[in-house]
């Protein structure tokens, strides 16, 4: 995999920092930028094509030419872009990681490619739930915002692949985001052939066995990384936290899931929930909930009908607001503690206008002021313009033939209203 540091400073103005991780098509590093003595947080994915010289080898052992090699590595780069502009052509969805900027620099001599993403710097589920419990409330709002994002996937017919907690990330604002669509397969296209590399412990059993799936396996792995938040950070079958997991008793796990046990029940997670995720990640896929937006449906109804745990759900949208406040800390850093409950009734009120995203009266109030000043700044521009131009007298001439009819049509009107109230 090349290095990153060879690229500084990235698109002129980004100093790399630390290395956030690893997957398993690249590295992401945490960049800087300073500018008018701000400093700008972001993540940077490097993707490298062919990943390293032992790739480069086997490719050129594989086929014939260097040509072959790159255009086989073309074609990879290409496959990855369509997945960027999909995510650049989405700035404004709120449940997708933004990109903000990308470039693709030849490596080995012209016959791979480098891939640099830039995206915003968040804070991953993986992170967040190993330092945090997380409450039914919570984790049926990750589940609603995962769907959103699966729901892009749907409309540009792929299938993600990939959802797992480290590529589901929190924003300042509480919105929850999807990330990492490299891995994504065209519908038509799938069929099996999942990368030995993928991470088995969401993968849902078809997958993981290489027969022919669809995008249900995505609804699957959300209905696993739900079980994981509600199970300290642990998926279905492991030893329960804090027991260190073995690689045998990880490996047992993984097997019982993928032959079909049925998940076991999650103490204290009341069984509405506890239905939603056995739906999603049901063993037949026939069982399975139609689609994202099914399973996107069931968890706000559950959502809607849990008014007296709403708060969680206020104040879980806030989390990064308050740590935002805090100067001079990387974004990725979250305040250690989640707010205790407050009382049903407040929770209530100010849960109607954050769930059911239904404008709320100051919204509505601030858009007719803003309605009616633009209708008189309108009239007062307009009767101005005629003024200035000594139009009135004109237009006075013109429309006075016709202001008995005008007048006598508005009396027939108010008589009518009159008749009518009478
Ligand atoms: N935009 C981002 N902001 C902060 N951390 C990120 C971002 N994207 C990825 N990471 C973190 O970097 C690590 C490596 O990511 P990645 O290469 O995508 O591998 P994987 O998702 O398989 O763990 C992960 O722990 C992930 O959570
Ligand atoms: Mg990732």
């Excluded at 290395?19 to 500018?35: A, F, M, N, Q």
């Excluded at 700035?91 to 891939?115: E, K, M, W």
């Amino acid at each position: 995999m090349a290095d990153i540091s060879t690229y500084e400073p990235l698109w002129g103005s980004w100093r790399v920092g630390e290395l956030l991780g690893e997957g398993s098509i690249g590295k992401v590093y945490h960049v800087t930028r300073e500018e008018y003595g701000r400093t700008s947080h972001a993540a940077v994915k490097i993707i490298s094509i062919p990943q390293n010289e032992s790739a480069l080898k086997s490719l050129k052992e594989e086929f014939s030419d260097d040509e072959a090699v790159e255009n086989y590595c073309q074609a990879q780069v290409n496959d990855i872009e369509s997945k960027i502009d999909m995510v650049i052509n989405f700035p404004a969805h709120n449940n997708i990681v933004g990109i903000q900027d990308y470039f693709v620099s030849p490596s080995y001599g012209g016959l791979g490619f480098d891939v640099l993403v830039r995206m915003e710097h968040l804070t991953s589920l993986a992170d967040y739930a190993s330092r945090e419990p997380l409450s039914a409330i919570m984790v049926a709002k990750i589940g609603e915002d995962v769907c959103r994002a699966l729901e892009l996937c749907n409309l540009f017919r792929i299938i993600h692949r990939d959802i797992k907690p480290e590529n589901i990330f929190l924003t300042s604002r509480g919105d929850i985001k999807l990330s990492d669509f490299y891995k994504a397969r065209q519908l038509e296209r799938t069929m099996s052939g999942v990368s030995k590399k993928a991470t088995h412990s969401y993968m849902a059993p078809e997958a993981y066995h290489n027969l022919e799936y669809d995008s249900s396996v995505d609804t699957y792995s959300l209905g696993i990384v739900m079980y994981y938040c509600l199970n300290k950070g642990r998926g279905p079958f492991f030893p329960p936290a804090p027991a260190p997991v073995s690689s045998a008793a990880k490996k047992e796990a993984i097997a019982k899931r993928i032959n079909g046990e049925p998940l076991p029940p999650l103490e204290g997670v009341d069984s509405g929930l506890f239905k939603i995720i056995t739906r999603a990640a049901a063993f037949d896929k026939d069982s399975r909930y139609e689609g994202a937006t099914a399973m996107r449906e069931a968890l706000a109804a559950y959502v809607k009908g849990k008014s007296k745990y709403t708060q969680e759900a206020v104040e879980f949208t806030g989390i990064e607001k308050a740590k935002k406040g805090s100067k001079g800390k990387s974004p990725a850093t979250l305040p250690p503690k989640m707010p205790e409950r407050v009382s049903p009734v407040s929770a209530r009120s100010r849960y109607v206008q954050y769930e059911n995203q239904q404008p709320d009266f100051r919204v509505k109030f601030h858009n007719t002021v803003i309605n009616l000043s633009t209708a008189i700044l309108v009239t007062i521009i307009i009767v101005m313009f005629i003024k200035f131009l000594n139009l009135d007298k004109e237009i006075y001439r013109i429309a006075s033939p016709y202001l008995p009819t005008i007048a006598s049509f508005f009396t027939n009107i108010w008589d009518k209203i009159l008749g009518f109230i009478s």
